[in-house]
């Protein structure tokens, strides 16, 4: 018997019924050992050396695997074809070694591109050892990220409140996004004017001419800069007589591009489908690891994570075979066309994504795929045919046109383009960005030298010069390609953890880089300016492309970046709060403080006029505040435009006649109903804030009127005659019955849930208890351990999720799920928590560390005055107070419980009736 060992479980079945009885195929379901999320599991002081850690959901199939291998003569291990699969093979092997599973069996590694019966035989006719070179440059990449992450990001904890990590890759391509945000803010737009002639030949066919030319120069795009200039050219061009200079008619070719890498599938598939590109490389891995047709698992396409353009020889002859059944011989090239890969790892070089067989047409697959599976296969498969198909030929045409106004002489230029045989362009044609220019491809009419030509009208148009587009999720792809940064197979999960963080947000399909994340570009650049550099992120990437080579030691990599790195870790310790805050300050100046109007000091407080305005930091980031605080409280967001966008009136509210307005506040934007002085003394302004999910920019009046109106009553419960609501929280819409709040599910809508689906919610809620739960309280996910404290753990309660270690409680920022959080980020909040004072932990955790609780409490007196302090204990004092009442109102469960069952009757007759 052999034993293979696969990654995925269905790919374990498909490849089963391949191989036949005499395999036993297993799957270990991804990876099944990391480096545990706390200090010291790579330790630079011991070489380098890594403490590996068995996940414990992987557990149980590695000790299936250890009793199937102990009745085994052979172990394959045929894992995915690049650097995290060879990774994959060795951590099973080094398990079962440690297990003593391995007695005289012999071991192999196969690797196969594609799962279908072809591949997985042929592969197994060519077995080979680990690789390890490839193991070391994944160790080397994991040692690398866990020391950026585990070093930097605590770092970031303390100096900036509200940051949430850093990543070595993840950093720089933050930065990509950020810099652009610069870009558009110091860009001064330039005026500039085009004339444009329309022209008609003696046979009355017209077309358009742009002026290019006067009086022996050359005109560029924006030589003419005022209207003056303009009209100038425009007099001359209404007097012209207009004649045809020359025509010059050029034969052209273009080629059609490889076939799809990770990089390029990603980028076409966000152009053409709109996907995303983790949610490309998820239907991608669908269609590789099979689909049912005809009662048989097929793998569809070659593996999805590869840097290699080429394709293998059989499936080139099958497409030529396809093009030619549906398009024609005279699409058919001569010869077949070769691509080079210009991936600079030739052992991480696979072949290019396309169809395992070329002549399953997308048509015939529509029935069995759903629609994006469908969508993204039909959209490999026609760029794997276009790339073998005949190129296409065009003809280009120049017309330069002279127009003579008494003594002066001007040039105009007409292009367009005609295509004489459309090759592969009848199948595919790449996808360009929003603002990639399109290719002039009008047809010019017949003309000859000398024609006189009639003028028919004249466009003269003003323009300004355009910032850089922001990016969008396939152009910051093909950037970070260009410039090295990171791999293909890693682009997915860096912009999926930048939006996670709230560190960018996506928008109409361009990412803007979010106040959050620009403060920690700028934290980095400030203190740790290399490390977020292209060309040093790019060279890094090489050397671990040098390490897949058996060019370079790991260690010897690590070491060199360590060394370094450490050094500027240890340099900006001392720092304090304030200090890096008044260096952010500076840096960030354009971009927080807008120029006055009137010229005056665009960091006067607009509220108290004495005060400066200054970069300030809290639970929730980095906000713009008064220095007379707390006299004048005065905050605003930090873009210089904020206060603009604040001030946004919707228009009158029908029923008081007080003006409707969007403003953003220290926590976000809101919407207010009038001002402070409509209001009685000692009134506020209705609020209400704006959902998560929606721009303030898209907030119209009558939106702005129905969250002004929440929250709202829905009527009384049918058993206690008490009032439901329906409002909209910090986690989103809910209904509300006594102290029982009550989420709302997909399909109900806030502004108009009726009373019988809000009695039913309210029920269901109160049956499961408190917690969300049907019995007992929330045990929470264990994380790991604190270094002082003992277990730490996650878990959901009342007022939103958090986490608990030693008895000591502290909140998950919005920004964090109790699913993403992770250990070290959990022990920043908890030690946060405790040194603020006023909590302690359970008898027998032992107590942090003076030291740190000395550097935490230094850097909350930055923060307030020392009398600020009594405030705030008072202050946590009453939260306190509230639980205890809330939790006496609870009390009566069992009665709550009894009224929930004849409420879900009474709704349930109701609805019969």
């Known amino acids: 018997m052999n034993l293979v060992i696969v990654e995925s479980p269905s790919k374990a079945k498909t490849i089963n019924k391949y191989l036949g009885k005499d395999y ?107 690789d390890g070179a490839l193991v070391d440059a994944y160790m080397a990449r994991r040692a690398l990220d866990y020391l950026v992450g585990f070093t930097l990001s605590p770092v970031l904890w303390r100096k900036l409140p509200g940051a949430r990590s850093a990543g070595r890759v993840q950093s720089v391509a933050l930065r990509l996004v950020c810099d652009r945000e610069q870009e558009i803010e110091k860009f001064i737009p330039r005026e500039y004017w085009s004339l444009v002639t329309t022209l008609a030949t003696p046979r009355g066919e017209s077309f358009d001419a742009r002026l290019v030319g006067a009086d ?147 048509a015939s697959l529509r029935g069995r795929l759903d629609s994006d599976q469908s969508r993204l296969y039909e959209l490999i498969w026609m ?203 500076e840096m960030l100046g354009p971009h927080i403080y807008a120029p006055r109007e009137d010229g005056g000091d665009p960091r006067q407080c607009p509220t108290c006029g004495t005060g400066r305005l200054n970069l300030k930091a809290g639970k929730f980031g980095a906000f713009v505040g008064c220095t007379n605080y707390p006299e004048c409280r005065y905050t605003r967001p930090l873009a210089a435009d904020s206060g603009a966008n604040a001030d946004r009136v919707l228009g009158p509210d029908p029923v008081s006649g007080l003006e409707v307005t969007v403003k953003a506040g220290r926590f976000g934007p809101y919407i207010q109903l009038g001002e402070a002085k409509d209001y009685e003394e000692g009134e506020k302004p209705k609020r209400a804030g704006i959902p998560k999910n929606t721009s303030p920019s898209d907030v119209e009046l009558d939106l702005a009127l129905k969250l002004l109106s929440l929250p709202r009553e829905i009527g009384k419960h049918p058993e206690t005659g008490e009032p439901i609501t329906a409002g909209l929280g910090r986690f989103g819409p809910f209904v509300k019955h006594e102290k029982t709040y009550a989420s709302l599910e997909a399909g109900d809508e806030v502004f108009d849930i009726g009373l019988n689906r809000a009695v039913t919610l309210i029920a269901e809620k109160i049956a499961k208890g408190p917690s969300g739960r049907r019995f007992g309280a929330d045990p929470g996910k264990p994380l790991g351990d604190h270094p002082t404290l003992g277990g730490v753990a996650v878990k959901g309660g009342r007022y939103g999720a958090y986490v608990t270690a030693g008895g000591v409680n502290a909140t998950i920022p919005s920004d964090k799920t109790q699913e993403t959080i992770t250990l070290e980020e959990a022990i920043a909040l908890i030690d946060e928590r405790v040194a603020k004072g006023g909590i302690k932990p359970k008898r027998g955790a032992k107590k942090a560390p003076a030291k740190k609780a000395v550097a935490k409490k230094a850097d909350a007196a930055e923060k307030k005055p020392a009398a600020k302090k009594a405030v705030a204990k008072k202050a946590a004092a009453k939260p306190k107070a509230e639980g205890a009442a809330a939790s006496k109102a609870r009390a009566p469960v069992k009665a709550k419980k009894t009224v929930a069952k004849k409420a879900v009757k009474t709704v349930a007759k109701k609805s019969a009736g």
């Open 24 to 130: 036993e195929v297993l799957a270990s379901f991804g990876h099944v050992r990391d480096l545990p999320a706390k200090n010291g599991s790579v330790d630079p002081d011991a070489n380098f050396q890594m403490i590996w850690e068995i996940d414990p959901k992987a557990a149980s199939r590695l000790n299936d695997i250890a009793k199937a291998v102990k009745g085994a003569d052979k172990l394959i291990l045929a894992t995915d074809p690049d650097r995290e699969g060879e990774a994959i093979s060795w951590h099973v092997l080094e398990v079962l070694k440690q297990k003593r599973a391995l007695k005289d069996q012999k071991i192999e590694r196969v690797v196969f591109n594609a799962i279908t019966k072809q591949a997985v035989t042929d592969a197994m006719k060519n077995p080979r050892e680990i």
């Open 383 to 585: 760029r794997t045919i276009a790339s073998q198909m005949e190129s296409a030929e065009m003809e280009r045409t120049t017309v330069d046109i002279a127009a003579k106004a008494g003594s002066r002489l001007l040039e105009l230029r007409a292009t367009g383009q005609v295509v004489k045989f459309d090759g592969f362009l009848a199948v595919y044609q790449e996808g360009k960005d929003d603002d990639a220019e399109d290719e002039d491809s009008r047809r010019l009419p017949a003309m000859s030298e000398g024609e006189a030509l009639k003028k028919e009208n004249l466009a003269v148009t003003q323009h300004f010069t355009e910032p850089p587009p922001r990016f969008s999720e396939a152009s910051l792809v093909k950037r970070m390609e260009e410039l090295g940064i990171g791999r293909p197979s890693t682009y997915a999960s860096i912009l999926q953890v930048l939006k996670d963080r709230g560190y960018v947000r996506l928008e109409k399909k361009r990412l803007y880089g979010e106040d959050k994340g620009r403060v920690v570009v700028a934290f980095l650049e400030n203190f740790f300016a290399k490390y977020v550099e292209y060309d040093f992120t790019a060279a890094l990437e090489e050397n671990l492309d040098r390490i897949s080579n058996n060019e370079i030691s790991w260690q010897q990599v690590l070491k060199d970046f360590w060394t370094d790195f450490i050094g500027a870790v240890n340099e900006i310790k001392d720092l304090r709060v304030a200090q890096v805050l008044d260096a952010l300050d």
């Open 216 to 362: 022996g120069k050359k005109i560029q795009r924006l030589d003419i800069g005022t209207g003056t200039e303009a009209e100038d050219f425009k007099k001359a061009i209404e007097a012209a007589n207009f004649t045809v200079s020359t025509v010059d008619a050029k034969p052209a070719r273009r080629n059609p591009q490889a076939p799809f890498t990770t990089s390029t599938l990603q980028q076409e598939a966000s152009r053409k489908l709109g996907f995303a590109p983790a949610h490309t490389m998820r239907i991608a891995q669908r269609l590789y690891e099979g689909i049912d047709i005809g009662g048989e698992t097929t793998g569809l396409i070659t593996y999805m994570r590869t840097d290699g353009v080429q394709i293998d020889g059989s499936a080139i002859t099958q497409a030529r075979e396809v093009i030619g059944e549906d398009y024609g011989k005279q699409y058919v090239p001569d010869a077949a066309r070769q691509y080079t890969s210009k991936a600079k790892n030739a052992q991480e070089a696979h072949e290019a994504i396309r169809p395992t067989d070329m002549s399953r047409r997308p």
